[in-house]
């Protein structure tokens, strides 16, 4: 079974920083693009990043682009998105989300983590 | 940016009742079109992709159509679990973009 588990929310300051954690189990991780999708409160969707198999290749939402960073742990099957210059806009339910096939579209999310950017 | 609109941002149906939600692309985006569902307070479920073709274990009452910029998501036969709001997002280009979501109420 797929399992998606994510980490490392919390409370942070604006201008804070914060690392989220995705652990992934039930399939062979390293074969599977990746994906950050956050949710602000009473809010749709929105895509955040991807990233490709190796880690090699990594895309940004502009509104995060120099301030999130996603990477990849192929050996501990883990997913990270090191979130800095953090604003009270980027709260939310961050979920990471399994790619289908080679669509840039998901089949497996995890529970969600929630982010919480106040003073 | 493709913008994807959904329509109506929400309905009340009855069980039983055929349900159709609408989803337009300001862009063509082929058959690169995905749905999903979500319930109050739980992660999304994914429905769909390629416009029509349903993820393993996803019921047949779902049924996907369109191509291009116009694209429906049609419930056969409500039932009270269903009651959600779903989501339709493009992948044709970046940045990948999700419709406003139609929440779908049980009379």
């Known amino acids: 079974e797929v399992q998606l588990v994510e980490s490392g929310g919390g409370l942070v300051q604006p201008g804070g920083s914060l690392r989220l954690s995705c652990a992934a189990s039930g399939f062979t991780f390293s074969n599977y693009w990746m994906y950050w999708v956050r949710q602000a409160p009473g809010k749709g969707l929105e895509w955040v990043a991807n990233i490709n198999q190796d880690g090699s290749l990594e895309k940004y939402v502009d509104s995060v682009k120099g301030r999130f960073t996603i990477s990849r742990d192929n050996v501990k099957n883990s997913l990270f998105l090191q979130m800095s210059s953090l604003r009270v806009d980027d709260t939310g339910v961050f979920y990471c989300?399994?790619?289908?096939?080679?669509?840039?579209?998901?089949?497996?999310w995890g529970q969600g983590t929630l982010v919480t950017v106040s003073s | 940016d493709i913008q994807m609109t959904q329509s109506p941002s929400s309905l009340s149906a009855s069980v039983g009742d055929r349900v159709t939600i609408s989803c337009r692309a300001s862009q063509g985006v082929r058959n690169s079109l995905a749905w999903f569902q979500q319930k109050p307070g739980k992660a999304p479920k994914s429905l769909m992709h390629s416009a029509s073709n349903l993820h393993i274990g996803v019921p047949s009452k779902f049924s996907g159509s369109g191509y291009g910029t116009d694209f429906t998501l049609t419930i056969s036969s409500l039932q009270p679990e269903d009651s959600a709001t779903y989501y339709c997002q493009q992948y044709a280009s970046y940045p990948l973009t999700f419709g406003g979501g139609t929440k779908v109420e049980i009379k």
């Open positions: 989300a399994r790619g289908y096939g080679g669509y840039a579209t998901f089949d497996n």
